[in-house]
């Protein structure tokens, strides 16, 4: 179910980025400030990793040291997509892999941020695909337990 409409018309192409060495707290202020639930962390135009609202929630449950790198807290394999795919495809892969966030690259080069709503905005249809998502895991936990 292609919609004709690629990734690249509805990223974001404004990126809020942080460097590796970033400290966890200066993070958190950047992702409070900017309204966002996730942070790409490159190092020139290479995307090194991404840190999200859970990630920062889950370090502090079990930190009190504000001043560790994001190096060190950030997933450094983080799933991707190419510009030019569609966006069915990339609703898809978020579904399969679990994510909100897909950080666009080309030639190896981040060029802009897709997430769930910007697809949501452009292509409401495919909120069908996140939904029987929830439906199928909500009836996998439900079979799990009887």
């Not at 995307?47 to 190096?71: H, R, S, Y």
């Not at 080309?106 to 769930?116: A, D, E, V």
């Amino acid at each position: 179910m292609k919609t004709g409409v690629k990734v690249n018309d509805a990223m974001t192409k404004k990126l809020i980025t942080i460097s590796p060495d970033t400290k966890i707290l200066d993070c958190s202020k950047i992702m409070l400030k900017n309204n966002i639930g996730g942070i790409l962390i490159k190092q020139g135009n290479q995307l090194k990793g991404i840190l999200t609202e859970k990630d920062i929630l889950k370090f502090f449950a079990q930190n009190t040291d504000k001043n560790i790198p994001v190096k060190e807290v950030m997933a450094k394999h983080v799933i991707t997509i190419e510009p030019e795919k569609d966006l069915y495809e990339a609703m898809l892969l978020m579904s399969e892999e679990e994510v909100r966030r897909l950080p666009v690259v080309s030639n190896n080069k981040l060029i802009g941020h897709l997430t769930q709503k910007d697809i949501l905005k452009i292509q409401p249809a495919l909120f069908e695909i996140c939904a029987e998502k929830i439906r199928l895991r909500e009836e996998e936990e439900k079979l799990s337990k009887t």
